[in-house]
């Protein structure tokens, strides 16, 4: 290397160490508000949060940087694209032009127009009063249609929305996605409901203490490779999961005593979060290119762990003794058959995070058509009821009866997150794809599961998936593990494989 060239991309590198560091303490803050924080700290800690992000902005946007980029223009030409100093330069410039792009008044506005969507879409809901919620949802999907205009470069203006979670994704792209799922998903939901197939999932709705369920949880996670030696696991409202470094995620879940799902199978989901981040090259460490690539890639890994492994017949062998140790009472007759088919019980639900692994795609589709529609201008925001009870009713064959049920239901579109919905759906089909081309690589995975094992599964993804970290866009790495692009293909096949065999349909 140049020796000039070395110094200037030292400095870029240091420069990036401290963003990566700003941001890694605001996770702190953020955890710490989700998790321990009493509420009288609330008001110190958004402003806090604030002054770290906006530090991150200004070092991300400065003179200092484009400065840097430009001095490394011509010698990055000259790399290997696929080494880390090249990942690092194409991430640097990426941030560095879309912060430019966008006005400081705008990102201030938006900032400040989330903070009052938010807390009158808290209100709507509780009421289940859209009307109330109308003037705001109005006011978020104008920004965005502002933001999208500083990207004029991009073909459809819900690209330039899509790009923040998923870089390179394209409205385009999604829509012949959610076109090849959407018939074949909606008759397999409906097929079922027309089964008179009726599973019984009374075992999992029984009463189960909070202290018994987090400790068997935790167990379940530690079954997956979370290691307390490099995370912990705590109680929150809404679970989430979040990495401080690559020795140290978080992960957070809830309890309901009455039903054994919500904190089980949310923590093995969050767990696949952490394993994720957990699984990125010791090498990136301190670098922002250390965490996972995008929102589709990182839900890939949550639903992976949850459900394909989680849920699995294969799984619910080593599971469910874990789980009889920790509830004798309620668990002790329960037969590993009878257990595999009430975690897979299929129900229709009007609330996505209730949903299904046969229906929850169609939530997430209603969410797509409709936001495009609005971004688009085809749909006016006062009509949203309508559209949402209209698409819900043709895709599931059920109808939300309030709005509280229906169009209000998600905290995303108050804190202008438009453009992210898909990332779960897309989760739901990557995990699927790394998952045959897993199974044609282990010689036999059921086995492993069955028996526990589960460090061979985890071994390959950190080897295909984890240790590239944010190295590769979502759309690069699903060709260089499957060797094409994103493919719904396995998915429809995982779900009518699994669940035409449950509900005897197909
Ligand atoms: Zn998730």
Not at 3 to 15: C, D, E, G, I
Not at 54 to 75: A, C
Not at 131 to 158: T, V
Not at 417 to 424: E, N, V
Request: with cysteine.
């Amino acid at each position: 290397m140049d020796r000039n060239m070395n110094t200037t991309f030292n400095q870029l590198k240091t420069l990036l160490q401290e963003v990566h560091d700003l941001t890694k303490a605001s996770a702190v803050l953020g955890w710490d508000r989700q998790t321990y924080m009493p509420p009288g700290g609330a008001a110190a800690r958004s402003r806090q949060m604030s002054t770290l992000s906006k530090l991150v902005h200004e070092r991300l946007t400065s003179d200092e940087m484009g400065e840097l980029l430009e001095s490394l223009d011509e010698w990055h030409r000259s790399l290997d694209p696929d080494s880390d100093e090249a990942a690092l330069i194409r991430y640097a410039r990426r941030e560095f032009t879309r912060g430019r792009a966008v006005p400081a008044d705008l990102v201030q506005e938006m900032t400040l127009a989330t903070g009052e969507a938010n807390r009158v879409w808290q209100q709507a809901r509780k009421e289940d009063d859209f009307r109330k919620f109308l003037p705001h949802l109005e006011k978020m999907f104008d920004l965005a249609r502002q933001y999208a205009a500083c990207f004029p470069h991009f073909e459809h203006p819900y690209d330039a929305l899509l790009d923040r979670f998923e870089q390179g994704l394209t409205k385009a792209e999604l829509t012949r996605i959610f076109e090849a799922i959407k018939r074949p998903q909606s008759e397999l939901f409906k097929a079922i409901l027309g089964s008179g197939v009726e599973i019984d999932d009374r075992m999992l709705r029984q009463h189960f203490p909070a202290d018994a369920q987090i400790a068997a949880s935790l167990e379940a996670a530690q079954m997956l490779g979370f290691d307390l030696q490099r995370g912990r696991l705590d109680l929150t409202t809404h679970p989430f999961a979040s990495a401080f470094s690559v020795n140290d995620a978080r992960i957070t879940t809830r309890v309901n005593e009455n039903f054994l799902n919500a904190c089980l199978f949310g923590t093995l989901h969050e767990t696949g979060h952490a394993l994720y981040e957990l699984g990125v090259a010791p090498r990136l460490e301190g670098l922002p290119l250390a965490r996972g690539t995008s929102s589709g890639v990182h839900e890939s890994q949550s639903r992976l762990f949850e459900n394909l492994i989680g849920r699995s017949r294969a799984f619910a062998r080593a599971l469910l003794p874990v789980l009889q140790k920790h509830f004798p009472a309620q668990l002790g007759d329960a037969s590993v058959e009878a257990f595999y088919r009430a975690i897979n019980k299929v129900q229709p639900s009007f609330i996505r995070v209730e949903a299904d692994e046969v229906s929850y795609n169609l939530h997430i589709i209603v969410r797509f058509e409709i936001e495009v529609a609005l971004i688009e201008g085809g749909l006016a925001p006062a009509d949203l009821p309508d559209a949402w009870r209209q698409k819900f009713e043709q895709y599931l064959g059920i109808t939300p009866p309030t709005d509280r049920e229906g169009v209000l239901q998600d905290v995303h579109w108050s804190w202008g997150l438009i453009g992210h919905f898909q990332s779960y759906a897309l989760g739901n089909i990557l995990a699927c794809q790394w998952w045959e081309r897993m199974r044609d690589d282990l010689p036999d995975p059921d086995a492993l599961m069955a028996a526990g094992n589960i460090t061979p599964l985890r071994e390959w993804l950190i080897e295909h998936v984890h240790r590239h970290g944010r190295k590769y866009p979502p759309q690069e790495l699903v060709r260089r593990v499957t060797g094409g692009p994103i493919d719904p293909a396995p998915y429809l096949r995982y779900l009518q494989a699994k669940y035409g065999q449950i509900y005897a349909v197909g």
